[in-house]
């Protein structure tokens, strides 16, 4: 998604949002955060599986 609003535009409209609201986005965008961060420390724990001597499990035939 690309727009021509600039950052410190968008920075001048948060800060204008209505202190409710302004909580609301901060619970949300901390959640996404969070959310990639673990989905990023996840992936390095998953590539020993991308090993191909693990391709054992992977027998159909068994």
């Known amino acids: ?5 600039t950052v410190a535009e968008l920075k001048q409209m948060i800060f204008n949002l209505p ?3 302004l ?4 619970a ?4 996404k955060i969070a959310s990639q961060a673990m ?3 996840a992936e390095t724990g998953f590539q020993e599986w991308n ?3 693990e ?4 027998d159909e035939s068994a």
């Open 55 to 58: 391709e054992i499990y992977n």
């Open 1 to 5: 998604m690309t727009s021509n609003i």
């Open 28 to 31: 949300e965008i901390s959640e």
């Open 51 to 53: 090993e191909p001597a």
């Open 23 to 26: 909580i609301a986005l901060d």
């Open 19 to 21: 202190l409710k609201e």
């Open 39 to 41: 989905m990023q420390l």
